[in-house]
């Protein structure tokens, strides 16, 4: 039982981190306790009911000459909920997000379509990304693209890829889906803290963010709302994008580094916020894209080669535009 | 065809561990792995109990649900087996298992999980039966040559039968009777009654 409830300090914090986590989310799952204390007895000396319910139900531990995690636990009924949540809730819940998301985008495009210039373009240009901003996006970009897919293959890609590529190639897709995604995951996180540390500037919110969602943004024809250098829009998905990071990266790091983690129960609470939380952030990456690119004309050359056309920033980020234009 | 089934009797079982020798001299298991371990419950305490554990080979088996490579199957004689070619090592069949029976090597400087092992009722894996390859990933073939499983077979108390379902239940029965009580089959609703298996 000690060697059970034995945990490095490493293991430690970050079991912490994730009951706060559960907090934070209030994902609440019936997970199994593990009695402390010795299963009694009936009170005649027997083994009654009790004694197996102890067993059975509250996995009782025991003692045994296997080293390992929890090897004195003789059942450990916490994976079926771990499974019934995982397959019936979480994947065809995520399945129908993200088709619904992309659903969505389309049907929103077919109805109103591109946001077009209003004006014709100047042929000025202004500087709205420097370089380093752009290999910071392009970056985090690339590597949050390779996690979704290896992720996405995890989760769903055994319904239909052994039939296509037969099943030794879909084992050797999977196993460099796991190692992409195991590897690239920590350098993923250390992208996104400098994408955080160089950009939280720009994207607190204030009085202009809140009329501009007000007025939905001017995605569906109308006005344009004011905006400085990051719009309302451009700040919500920067903060979904972090908020959202914190919680997949430390629940990817509990599953990263299983052999400083004790308790099941870590990996399979770890594993279910870890797999919703990235098909919540995916859903919200497939509305930026489209924004970013289709969406919007005039909008990806910024993130590109690092200019817009002055027609575009009087039309988008009004305010950015004036202020640049005072400073000169 | 017969349904192959595991069944440890509490009342018996002495915790010699000549199981988990025996598995793990017949299947060659690799350093940091136990196919099989003794439990006891209230050691040294009064009401205590042994038990041998090991892959239950469940109906419906809750390991398999989860495996996103597919590579985990079930013979025509209930035995569930997997493929370590396909196994990625992600662990989800540990995540899923009530009796702990996936095991995975420490590989690398992470330590992350290598391929999986785990009991096969001492019926090796999808290679050829008693290749050297088979041989060499997952041990022993014993029911390819007719025989039962090395840990039953060596059980000292006959505590722990393993075989066709009807006969390790007519054997169990027998006891019952002579006994007159029936507290001793453990796992075995969990393991072979799929709706049993929800709270």
Known sequence: MSEYLHSTLFSGFLQRMLVLITLLFSVSLASTSYAGNVASADGNGTKGADYWRAINQQGQSGYTTAKGKEAGVLINRSGEDWRLTRNQQVKPIGQWMLAGTLGVLFVFYLLVGKNRLDQPRSGQVIERWKRTDRYVHWIVAVLFLLLALTGLSILYAKHFMPDLIGKDGFGTYLQVCKWIHNYGGPVFILTLVIMFFKWVRNNWFNGHDFRWFIQGGGMIKGKHPHAGYMNGGEKLWFWILMLGGVVISLSGLVLDFPAYIDAREDFQLANLIHGAASLIVLCATFAHIYIGSLGTEGALEGMVNGHVDETWAKQHHDLWYDEVKSDR | ?199
């Not at chain 2, 040294?44 to 390991?63: F, I, Q, Y």
């Not at chain 2, 702990?100 to 009991?119: T, V």
């Open chain 2, 1 to 199: 065809m017969a349904r192959m089934k595991f069944l440890c009797d509490a009342e018996r079982c002495i915790e010699c561990n000549g199981c988990v020798t025996a598995c793990k001299n017949e299947n060659e298991v690799e350093w940091g792995v136990n196919r099989r371990r003794v439990i006891t419950i209230n050691d040294g305490e009064p009401n205590e109990t042994s038990l041998s554990v090991a892959c239950m080979h469940c109906t419906d088996a809750p390991c398999m649900a989860v495996c996103p490579v597919d590579c985990l199957y079930q013979t025509d004689e209930g035995i569930v087996l997997h493929d370590k070619d396909t196994c990625i090592g992600c662990g989800y069949c540990l995540f899923a298992c009530p009796f702990g029976a996936p095991q995975f090597p420490q590989e690398g400087a992470f330590g992350e999980r290598g391929k999986m092992d785990k009991c096969t009722f001492c019926a090796g894996g999808p290679e050829e039966d008693n290749s050297p390859a088979e041989q060499a990933k997952y041990g022993a073939n014993r029911i390819a040559e007719g025989k039962l499983p090395m840990c039953a077979e060596m059980c000292s108390t006959k505590a722990l039968l393993a075989g066709d379902a009807n006969e390790v239940s007519d054997i169990y029965r027998e006891r019952v009777i002579s006994r007159g009580s029936n507290k001793g089959a453990w796992g075995q609703n969990l393991a072979y009654n799929a709706d049993g298996r929800k709270r």
